[in-house]
Nanobody, 125 residues
């Protein structure tokens, strides 16, 4: 069983930065990927980024790749995954979730088997 606990969200002004953390406990396999998803009010939960626990390969949503505002990383020694959010915009507002999958596909919500409870990010204009 894997437990995920997110933290680091908050209320910030546009242009600010936040660093979200996801504390991971339980059994993690070498092919496990840790993903971040977000859900804006009234919208579906969408993929943001993912990282392989072993090897560190990183994946980003197509809509975010060109902007370079978000960065995912992990610290295996601390069993923690991070999502650095820079140059935040009001449209980045939502609940950010950490999740774990053993699938080769990392951008599909339904392939994630474990989820945290989320952390709220609110960006004011």
């Amino acid at each position: 069983q894997v437990q995920l606990v997110e933290s680091g969200g908050g209320l910030v002004q546009a242009g600010a930065s936040l660093n979200l953390s996801c504390a991971v406990s339980g059994r993690i396999f070498s092919n496990t990927a840790m993903g971040w998803f977000r859900q804006a009010p009234g919208k579906d939960r969408e993929f943001v980024a993912a990282i392989r626990w072993s090897g560190g390969s990183k994946y980003y949503a197509d809509s975010l790749k060109g902007e370079g505002r978000f960065a995912i990383s992990r610290d295996n020694a601390k069993d923690t995954v991070y999502l650095q959010l820079n140059s935040l915009k009001p449209e980045d507002t939502g609940v950010y979730y950490c999740a774990a999958t053993n699938s080769l596909r990392v951008d599909v919500r339904g392939l994630y088997s474990h989820w945290g409870h989320g952390t709220q990010v609110t960006v004011s204009s």
